[in-house]
């Protein structure tokens, strides 16, 4: 079936229940409602753009855009913010750029220069935009918040001064967890928030805000006085400059992340926002924040719930070469976007996923390729648990957007092969795919796309060089001398039967029946050890004969790729 032609009312008659989404969407609105009845409900992300944004960052985005996209289908008035951390500092260079960028840490990520090459007018903007494109492709809606511009127009000037006058209660709420030695001061730089920031000791107490310098535009800053009556601040820097300002009419710095975090709660009267682990723990600034958020801002932490990590599988060579991780965009091009939406909604946050871009992929695409024909079959009756079909009417759109699909959705690993035996040429896959079922022809690649776009993508970047399958160019013929009669015969009965099998199911019964011939079976005999290990034989010295290894893709499908006359010229013994 085709997602596509998935009918409108499936929507309705299948209500996406029974998941975690849903779950989290009844309590969100009942929080909403007995927090400010008719109010727009908030759903948030945050995201620092300190580098690249890599797919365990997605879960940040997504994990809010499947509850708020859920809020939105009950009818409900929800905004999913989508915080840029991009005015917190450049905390190190990342391998890979050139180590001259030393000289901009401690500054704004939107002060900092784009790496060489790149489009962008800084650091931030330059790793925000692929997340921005993928975002797009994902069907997610959000409101993007920049904090850059939020703190230098003034807009929190109110709460940093309301942080100022409770440094003292806010010293102490973070003394409490000063004390249990716990906090988190390891963490590496996950481009998740800044875990690991400086809470705002200095010289001469307790300040929550810190300035960039006005001099070198650094935080590394000191605020060595405060005066609560004038809000008069004097801050001195590493580099010796110092001043004094109005704290009220200042524009140049924020506050620390630990209380940043919660003033932004406060300020947006946020209801859900999930968190990474590495927040979640005793004393980390989601616990930390809840204390802040009640007992200065006066307003309730959200829900929130800690996700588990995002593992990455096959791309460890790559990852290491490149000195960086795979990004949202990475893994759209080697699959759909329901297809990686549905990799994080099928599993509770708290659960690890994985998203593949080994071999795994092929497994992946034949399990959600089951889950959409069990779907399409529940819209008759049958029945499918809640769960997994509100995982997936969850991953082909959203309330409002029915993401692209793939007209034909024929099975990845075959198109993944039809990819590889073709490297990829246009008029060789039109004629194996049309070949595939002579009853109802692929006619265009256009009907198999974008996935075959994906698989062959996957197969161009990340299936491994000895992997790929090569059609030998001339026969072996030292190893067709050398076959035997039983060898000599079996390759005539392929060869005999190729014209009237002709087909992906044709040729598929035709492989696995030439050895039951051979046994003296009847074609319908059910395997047994002995005739599987013949049909190994037999398969290893087709593959040997037509690509040189012992291995290859399914072999209906190789035949398919490699064509009736040549496949008889590279099978034909010696007379
Ligand atoms: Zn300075």
Redesign the pocket.
């Known amino acids: 079936m085709s997602t596509s032609s998935l009918p409108r009312d499936v929507s309705a008659a299948l209500r996406p229940d029974g998941d975690w989404v849903a779950r989290f969407a009844d309590d969100v609105i009942a929080e909403a409602d007995r927090r400010g009845p008719g109010r727009q409900i908030v759903c948030a992300s945050g995201i620092s753009p300190s580098g690249p944004i890599h797919l365990g960052n997605l879960r940040e985005v997504l994990t809010p855009h499947f509850v708020a996209d859920e809020i939105r289908r009950r009818g409900r008035d929800v905004v999913h913010l989508l915080s840029w951390d991009d005015y917190d500092r450049f905390r190190r260079v990342p391998a890979g750029i050139d180590p001259a960028w030393a000289e901009h840490v401690g500054r704004p990520l939107t002060s900092v220069p784009a790496p060489p090459g790149s489009p962008y007018p800084n650091w931030a903007e330059h790793f925000k935009a692929p997340l921005v494109a993928a975002l797009d492709v994902l069907g997610v809606e959000v409101r993007a918040v920049s904090q850059t511009q939020m703190y230098t127009s003034g807009a929190y000037s109110e709460q940093v001064l309301l942080a100022a006058r409770e440094r003292a209660r806010i010293d102490a709420i973070l003394g409490r967890y000063r004390t249990k030695q716990v906090v988190h001061q390891d963490a590496d730089d996950d481009g998740s928030g800044a875990a690991t920031e400086d809470d705002g000791g200095s010289a001469f107490g307790y300040f929550p805000f810190k300035p960039y ?1 006005a ?2 535009n ?1 935080d ?1 800053t000191t605020v060595t006085a405060y005066d609560d009556a004038t809000t008069a601040m004097t801050y001195v ?3 010796g ?1 110092t001043e004094t300002v109005l704290l009220r009419d200042f524009r140049r710095g924020k506050l620390v992340w630990k209380v940043d975090w919660p003033m932004r709660w406060a300020y947006e009267a946020v209801v859900f926002e999930p968190s990474g682990v590495d927040h979640q723990s005793p004393g980390s600034s989601f616990v930390v924040g809840g204390q802040i958020v009640r007992e200065v801002f006066g307003a309730e932490p959200p829900i929130g719930p800690m996700y588990a990590f995002v593992g990455i599988s096959g791309m460890s060579k790559m990852s290491s070469s490149r000195g960086a991780v795979p990004i949202p965009l990475d893994a759209l091009q080697i699959m759909e976007a329901p297809l990686l939406r549905w990799l994080y909604v099928r599993r509770r946050p708290n659960q690890s996923i994985t998203v593949a871009f080994d071999q795994e992929v092929q497994r992946l695409y034949d399990e959600w390729d089951a889950l959409a024909r069990r779907v399409a079959t529940a819209s008759t009756g049958a029945e499918v648990p809640t769960g997994e079909v509100a995982g997936y009417l969850r991953s082909v759109g959203t309330a409002t957007t029915l993401l692209e699909s793939t007209p034909r959705p024929l099975p990845y690993r075959t198109l993944a092969s039809v990819a590889d035996v073709t490297t990829g040429d246009p008029v060789q896959m039109v004629r194996i795919l049309r070949d595939l079922d002579p009853e109802d022809p692929v006619i265009s690649l256009d009907e198999v796309r974008p996935r075959l776009d994906k698989a062959a993508a996957w197969v161009a970047t990340y299936l491994p060089a000895d992997q790929r399958t090569h059609v030998v160019a001339t026969p072996d013929a030292e190893l067709l001398a050398s076959l035997d009669e039983q060898q000599r015969n079996a390759l005539r009965l392929l060869l005999d039967g190729l014209q009237t099998h002709w087909s992906l199911e044709g040729l598929t019964s035709l492989v696995y029946g030439v050895p039951k011939v051979q046994e003296g079976l009847p074609p319908d005999a059910a395997p047994t050890p002995e005739l599987k290990a013949t049909q190994r034989a037999f398969f290893a010295l087709l593959y040997r004969l037509l690509v040189g290894r012992d291995t290859g893709p399914r072999l209906p499908t190789l035949l398919l790729a490699v064509g009736a006359d040549r496949i008889r010229q590279l099978l034909t013994p010696p007379p």
């Open positions: 310098c001099h070198c650094r590394t820097c590493e580099d400059f």
